[in-house]
């Protein structure tokens, strides 16, 4: 288990200007480098990275929320994982349930997370469930996710990943979301690090940090970091306030 918590910014498509962007970054590091038990990351738009790259710092660093399959070439429109990694950036989202909507399979993102290790960066892999089921479907849904991500990815590399459990029903944007439980999160975490365990040794498995994510605010945080042994949090709609983010990074460092 890591020792430092892991507490991601999703900021998906926002702010709506870099200035903004500039601004909430600012101001998040400003305050975050007070909490010494945390490692504070902001996961924001590839046009703002550049900008931001001058900012981040060792109290909070970088991420991307996407990244090309492909290394360099003729591919209109995407991003490679070395122009990213070129910019300062430690962490990319992979695997969000929102591009996987967008048709992304799980071979499609099994190429990115090759692509983001071989740049030196951490990939953040994003499993979960579209519903929960009474036959506890949703279980083979999550171990399916991970055997055709993790598929082809050196054994030695598996250490380096993140995995952050996102169950689809509890993110802030789906459509009647309902809140996940530490409960919830518990069961699936030490899933999780079986089907892991399985995939490469208990040792290795139990290195892997595993996150939670979908609405959490600074209300429910405490309770999936400690009733849900979380070795930190995916923030999306909570990470666009400044003072909300940093309220869940005080939480989160005060956590022994
Ligand atoms: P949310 O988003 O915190 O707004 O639910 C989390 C995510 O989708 O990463």
Redesign the pocket.
């Known amino acids: 288990m890591r020792k430092k918590k892991l507490i991601i910014g999703?900021w998906?498509m926002n702010p709506k200007t870099l200035a903004l962007a500039r601004s909430n970054f600012t101001s998040i590091k400003k305050e975050s480098g007070t909490n010494k038990n945390v490692e504070a990351v902001i996961a924001a738009p590839f046009v703002y990275l550049p900008e931001l790259s001058k900012l981040s710092s060792a109290t909070l660093s970088l991420g991307a929320q996407n990244v090309s399959a492909e290394k360099e070439g003729a591919f209109t429109g995407e991003i490679s994982a070395g122009m990213i990694a070129s910019l300062k950036t430690k962490y990319v989202?992979i695997g969000?349930?929102?591009r996987r909507e967008l048709g992304e399979s799980n071979e499609f993102i099994s190429r990115k997370i090759k692509m983001t290790l071989a740049s030196g960066m951490t990939p953040v892999l994003?499993v979960g469930e579209r519903e929960r089921d009474q036959g506890m479907w949703y279980l083979s849904a999550v171990k399916t996710q991970l055997e055709e991500c993790l598929a082809g990815v050196a054994k030695n590399a598996i250490s380096k990943i993140v995995i952050?459990y996102?169950p689809v029903w509890?993110?802030?944007?789906?459509q009647n979301?309902r809140d996940a439980s530490p409960e919830d999160f518990q069961e699936m975490r030490i899933y999780i690090r079986k089907i892991l365990s399985d995939f490469v040794s208990a040792s290795v498995a139990e290195s892997v940090a595993i996150l939670y994510?979908?609405?959490?605010?600074e209300k429910n945080a405490v309770g999936f970091l400690v009733a849900g042994g979380a070795d930190g949090l995916?923030?999306?709609?909570?990470?666009l306030t400044p003072k909300i983010f940093l309220k869940i990074l005080k939480i989160a460092n005060e956590i022994k």
């Not at 509890?170 to 789906?174: D, F, G, P, V």
């Not at 994510?213 to 605010?217: A, K």
């Not at 995916?234 to 990470?239: E, F, Q």
């Open positions: 999703n998906k989202i969000h349930s929102e994003c952050a996102e509890a993110i802030s944007s789906t979301h994510g979908g609405s959490v605010d995916l923030v999306g709609k909570s990470s």
